[in-house]
């Protein structure tokens, strides 16, 4: 907590104090998820990157990429009172115009999705879980 008594943590990510909201807190869990259970280096995630969707300022929850800069994964975070439904795969898949990244994640928490994207194709589909970063194609 801070001198205000709101609850913060310190983000290892971005090095600095953070607010801790329920969409926070589940950012926070599934990075940790992503370092501690499938080994991706936490020097290649970036928090809440910013980018432009038609004209629009919009922010992607996390992003990681492989030792070349390359973006490997887009995950979208939502609170846990937020249901998993076609609105927030339509989200993450409109980012995704910006991105292009072959591995999408969606969480709220209690519920994780993930999918794969083959662009040749022009298809995806839902996988059980993420591979860990060294089964990824870099």
Known sequence: MDDNGVLTLFDEIRKKNIIITPEEWVRQHFVQYL???KNYPKTLIKLEGGHRLHGKAKR???LVFNPDGEK???VECKAPSINID???F???ARY???H???LLAVSNGLQHYYCEIDFDKQQYRFINDLPVYRQIKL
Do not use: E, G
């Open 90 to 92: 339509d989200q993450i």
């Open 96 to 98: 995704n115009i910006v």
């Open 100 to 102: 292009k990244i072959a």
């Open 35 to 37: 370092i501690r259970h």
């Open 72 to 74: 490997i994964l887009l």
């Open 86 to 88: 076609q609105k927030v």
């Open 60 to 62: 992607s929850d996390i």
